[in-house]
């Protein structure tokens, strides 16, 4: 079971990224998946999540309006479009497998995923 992130970098303020996740060694189009972030020096913190068969998505409030969650279960891919990206968005950046898909204010651990990739670092600086 293995997710991979991609797509993460450097932006300006007030620019775009589009991260991407890559699953293999499971039925992804059985399990709900979610963004996580890990900004330095706090906890993991949900960002959006996704139901299998995308007729629900969620958000965290401080990201509603610039962030928008998608999957292609045909090709096993999980993305998270950003925009108007601002310095607080600094993060490690996970997907998840399985677990809550609607999470904002929770304490997170991470073992509430079944699976969580690596990470793939977003810096937003001037």
């Known amino acids: 079971e293995y997710l991979v992130e991609s797509g993460g970098g450097l932006v300006q303020p007030g620019g775009s990224l589009r991260l991407s996740c890559a699953a293999s060694?499971?039925?992804?189009?059985?399990?709900?998946m979610s963004w996580l972030r890990q900004a330095p020096g706090k906890g993991l913190e949900w960002v959006s999540g996704?139901?299998?068969?995308?007729?629900?998505?969620y958000y965290t409030s401080s990201m509603k309006g610039r962030v928008a969650i998608s999957r292609d279960n045909a090709e096993k891919m999980l993305y998270l479009q950003m925009s108007d990206l601002k310095p607080e968005d600094t993060a490690v950046y996970y997907c998840?497998?399985?677990?809550?898909?609607?999470?904002?204010?929770?304490?997170?651990?991470?073992?509430?995923?079944?699976?969580r990739g690596q990470g793939t670092q977003v810096t937003v600086s001037s």
């Open positions: 060694g499971f039925i992804f189009s059985n399990f709900g």
């Open positions: 996704i139901s299998d068969d995308s007729s629900r998505t």
């Open positions: 998840a497998a399985g677990g809550p898909i609607r999470a904002e204010g929770r304490l997170l651990s991470g073992h509430e995923y079944n699976v």
